[in-house]
């Protein structure tokens, strides 16, 4: 017993200096290693209203994987589309209150945000560069900001649904005059009522939950919407023509929680941009790419539609006689800038 007493008081001093000089690899090589706890992941739930393959879907389920990718984990942003929140509205409430990180309004911009209602007067944007060139310009920087001190939300990007159509059961609306006694659904924002009431037509506000079935009774001869829209939502099995009359055009945005944008570290907060820029390029590239006659006849007559071209210059000039007035001096300086931007 006294002899393993004085091995033991001997070794004692060697076992601590070896581990004093062999620093980590000595606690390691001893097993003494603790256990480090890595952080739980960051959850980023994002609620979008239409599910794939609409181009918006498309392009923000693809930024959640590579999110979840290039951060190694880290963040783990969760896309649903069509799935999570039916409405618009219930999207952006759940945002702002941060029940859930991301989510945008998707056709409903405009009465979210007031703010974008400029960019929905008929004609006043004039193509797919000209948007671009002010929502990834000092225009877009300002809304951001303004977002985030009013709303408490933080714009990710951008993005569109490109320019409206009409879509109607009994007639192509061609010219202006066509559109007289056509009961056409509108989506609740002011500026589509008085886009569709100021070129000839009959407004009828409708949340979309009712458009199918108000268009199978009769109670509206028809809507609008952008191309990539009337694929994804089914529009031909309530309608026979498509009118390619670009007059409105469908800006809205991404966003996120403001609370939880501030949380992030600055690299979390760069990838999260820089990823939302790629989606945003996807969804304009996926968008754009049928909003032309030849792409939409291709897309959209073997279903049973019928594409027109209408006569954009005639609904343009009466855009800018009956319609544009009220609007520029509502916005004034923000409709200078507008104006202002050469694509």
Known sequence: MTDIMKISSRNLPVRRRSLIQGGLAGIIASGLAPTVARAAPIKLVMAHIIPVPESGAIGFSWQAEEVRKRSNGELDMQFFGG????KELEIMNAVKSGNIQMGNPAGAAATVFPEMGVFLVPYLVQSYAHAYKMFNGAIGDTLDKQFQ???K???MCFFDYGFRHFWTAKKPIIEPKDLRGAK????QAKVFGDTI???GGNAVPMAWGEVISAAKSGVIDGGDLPIVNQIALKIYEVSKYCSMSFHNYGPTLNTMNLATWESLSPAHKKLMIDTSREAQDKIRQLTESVDNFAAAKKELEPKGMTVV???V???RKLAMAKIWPAYKSQFGGLWE???GVKA
């Open 83 to 86: 799935t999570l929140l039916n």
């Open 149 to 151: 001190d009013k709303y």
């Open 153 to 155: 939300l933080k714009v």
């Open 184 to 187: 056409i659904r509108v989506q």
């Open 197 to 199: 009431n100021g070129l």
């Open 309 to 311: 071209e209408s006569k």
């Open 313 to 315: 210059e005639d609904f």
């Open 337 to 339: 800038q507008i104006e």
